[in-house]
T-cell receptor, first 115, second 116 residues
């Protein structure tokens, strides 16, 4: 069964510094996709970045990058040059090709950016 | 274009009453998902619909929960005989339905359900 683990309930980072949010996953399906979402206090879920299991390079989207270590089954989100607006909940999610469109989310990490 | 919309945005009901939550996906998206998010928690998968395929209902917590999708577009999540533990934000999402493991989901604003 697929499983997503986010071990950091809360993280603090100084404005303009980089921060890494951890995500590990468990699956026996060789084909899968990993997603990161941001949920500000307003409650909306905002898609950030995607990494496919066969992608050779780490995904990047602006200040977001994904440190994908397939052998270790980890997909950590790196936010560079943190901004106050980055304060939010961050969720890692996974979908297996063999699981259809069923998506499993981690418990989330709350990030606090300090001025 | 218009995003995913959900109605109502807030619903307060009494224990034992039935409620219906509505979701309008992005036009052209064939995959539609329902999630439940309890206060301060992650997202719990409930059900998804994809095209004309049978829905995956494996996340529905009890037989009090049901969902349907009419005409491949609008979806309704129904909770019968509501209980206080049903209080949560119910999120709907849609995706193009192109690929099971690469589709990006786009979320609606959610319906906050409070059961008194």
């Amino acid at each position: 069964a697929q499983k997503i683990t986010q071990t950091q309930p809360g993280m603090f980072v100084q404005e303009k510094e980089a921060v890494t949010l951890d995500c590990t996953y468990d699956t026996s399906d060789p084909s899968y996709g990993l997603f990161w979402y941001k949920q500000p206090s307003s409650g909306e879920m905002i898609f950030l970045i995607y990494q496919g299991s066969y992608d050779q390079q780490n995904a990047t989207e602006g200040r977001y990058s994904l440190n994908f270590q397939k052998a270790r089954k980890s997909a950590n989100l790196v936010i560079s040059a943190s901004q106050l607006g980055d304060s939010a909940m961050y969720f890692c999610a996974m979908r297996e090709k063999g699981g259809g469109f069923k998506t499993i989310f981690g418990a989330g990490t709350r990030l606090f950016v300090k001025a | 274009g218009a995003g995913v919309s959900q109605s109502p945005s807030n619903k307060v009901t009494e224990k034992g009453k039935d409620v219906e939550l509505r979701c309008d996906p992005i036009s052209g998206h064939t995959a539609l998902y329902w999630y439940r998010q309890s206060l301060g928690q992650g997202l719990e998968f409930l059900i998804y619909f994809q095209g004309n395929s049978a829905p995956d209902k494996s996340g529905l917590p009890s037989d009090r929960f049901s969902a349907e999708r009419t005409g491949g577009s609008v979806s309704t999540l129904t909770i019968q005989r509501t209980q206080q533990e049903d209080s949560a934000v119910y999120l709907c999402a849609s995706s193009p339905g192109t690929s099971a493991y690469t589709d990006t989901q786009y979320f609606g604003p959610g319906t906050r359900l409070t059961v008194l």
